[in-house]
């Protein structure tokens, strides 16, 4: 007599049961994997690409939780603070003072290092502080354009404030390492990573994302006429658009990239049209001929530049002229930049 063939059957049935369960799961992410597209935002520091991320989960996925929010509160408090010690310090450099002498004492306030916590409002004694040294004639002389955060105090300072969607966007905060939305958008979804921007940040992701599907370069074009954050304090500082531009030269030849379609956004052409009759462009970029204040002659010209530097023929640059803060404006932005990965991937097919 035979014993036991009952219990090895159960086994190979059980292992065939399994083997075609896994089976099933790589088909499944497989086909996942073939609706995906992974889009990689690329930059110098202060380009906007935090913000076109967050207009990313605004507009495709399930926008901002209240916990996200919370944590915001903390953040728009810090970009309200050190706003007004860069135009403290700018004013000493350049010997402008305080119209009214009262407000010497809110100047110290400023300049204590006071860290807001995740559940609290911003701190009652900062709201005349911020407001006074706001309307004060020489803050006023040392700026043109202020943060929008400072025409809504009044509701910043509230108990129960929650930042808005716009707070959110309008909020910064310096990205170190890796941050990923995913998304979707028609038949695709879309998994977004913004890295760090600043020269520190750059070393650790560059070789990460080969064969990436797309990359998005963002570009401040109102910085032609600012030096890098990182470099203010340098004896010779970086001009901001010269630094885009090595490293958009880094990027679109670079031997990771060479498959991936490359799209350049020039970012902050709201600022960039403010700019333009007071800051002339021939003052930092001399071989400027075009009209000075004409935005669209203006942004071709930087356009140009940075097309010239791809040394690839076959490597298509796509450029688009963008507010990251414009909800609109991006939204048609990317239903172009969706028409273009389909594209490219019908091509890819074709052949």
Known sequence: MCFGSSGKDEGQHAEAAKSKEIDGMIRQDAKKKDNEVKLLLLGAGESGKSTVLKQMKLIYASGFTRSEREDCRSIIFSNLNNAFKVILEAMEELDIKLENPENEQFATLIFLERELGV???LPAEYLPAFENLWNDGGIKQAIVKGNDFFS??????????????ADVLRSRLRTTGITETIFELGTLTYRMFDVGGQRS????????FE????????VAISGYDQCLVEDKDAKQPQNQM??????????ANSQWFVKSALILFLNKMDLFKEKLAGSPIPKYFPEYSGDSTDPQVAGKFFADKFRSLNRNPSKEIYTHFTNATDTNLLKITMTSVQDMIIQRNLQQLIL
Do not use: G
């Open 119 to 121: 559940k609290e409002s």
């Open 211 to 218: 064969n990436v599907n797309c990359l998005m370069f963002l």
């Open 152 to 165: 809504d105090l009044n509701r910043l300072f509230t108990k129960d404030y929650i930042p808005t969607d």
């Open 242 to 251: 010269q630094e885009a531009l090595m490293l958009f030269d880094s990027i």
């Open 201 to 208: 940040e750059r070393k650790k992701w560059i070789h990460c």
